[in-house]
């Protein structure tokens, strides 16, 4: 079955900018989490996502923001990019969004310059 | 969730077994063990998990002891190819804290030739 996919996967913006990721949930997977990963900080929890509603939020600022449609697939928006913004942004689906079984994308690396 | 502690790095060579351990004093009575792979740039893969004793698959193999504080992930004969990230995770996100998987800082494990 096809995995968790993820557009674009590479992307530059500048500075002030704001950007759109997309995520294609697993087929029948109802549940998409966000997460970024920095060298410095990590692996970390940005929100999750399940019937369309946000179910559970990480501690990151507004700018952060996301959505999903009745078709399960989501979409993270960054607003008024900062550098520090530069990183790997991974999203993960799964059935339930809770127990074992999830499966990650490949993700996007974002470059802010 | 409770927090875990491994190395930060090991090394191995091709035909090894690789033996990572990781501690997890605090974990509460309905906590799962699970430990995931990551290759850079890529999102995280589950490679097992398990609540006592000892679990098997076609990747590796989980042992915890009978106190649960500590957990072994064991790959058995490594390759080139399994050098990555391993992050031990304990207490996987409940129906009241979805979507969120709680990563530490990892083993970065280096498998030579």
């Known amino acids: 079955k096809a995995g968790v996919t993820q557009t674009p996967r590479y992307l530059i913006k500048t500075r002030g900018q704001q950007v759109t990721l997309s995520c294609s949930p697993i087929?029948?997977?109802?549940?998409v989490s966000w997460y970024q990963q920095t060298p410095g900080q990590g692996l970390q929890f940005l929100f999750e996502?399940?019937?369309?509603?946000?179910?559970n939020k990480g501690n990151f600022p507004g700018r952060f923001s996301g959505r999903q449609f009745s078709n399960s697939r989501s979409e993270m928006n960054v607003s008024t990019l900062e550098l520090g913004d530069s990183a790997l942004y991974l999203c993960?689906?799964?059935?339930?969004?809770?127990?074992?079984?999830?499966?990650f994308g490949s993700g996007t690396r974002l470059t802010v310059v | 969730l409770a927090k875990t502690t491994q190395p930060i790095s090991m090394d191995s060579y091709e035909g090894q077994e690789v033996n990572i351990t990781c501690s997890h004093n605090?974990?509460?009575?309905?906590?799962?063990i699970t430990w995931y792979q990551q290759f850079p740039s890529q999102g995280p893969r589950f490679i097992i998990q398990?609540?006592?004793t000892k679990v098997t698959n076609e990747v590796a193999s989980l042992f915890i002891p009978a106190d649960r504080k500590s957990s072994t992930l064991s790959l058995p004969r490594v390759s080139l190819s399994d050098t990555a990230v391993y992050y031990c995770?304990?207490?996987?996100?409940?129906?009241?804290?979805?979507?969120?998987?709680?990563f530490g800082q990892g083993t970065t494990l280096q498998v030579k030739p």
């Open positions: 995770l304990v207490g996987e996100a409940g129906s009241g804290n979805t979507g969120k998987l709680i």
């Open positions: 398990g609540y006592k």
């Open positions: 605090n974990i509460a009575t309905n906590d799962y």
């Open positions: 087929s029948g997977h109802r549940s």
């Open positions: 996502y399940f019937s369309e509603t946000q179910r």
């Open positions: 993960a689906s799964s059935l339930q969004g809770y127990g074992y079984g999830y499966t």
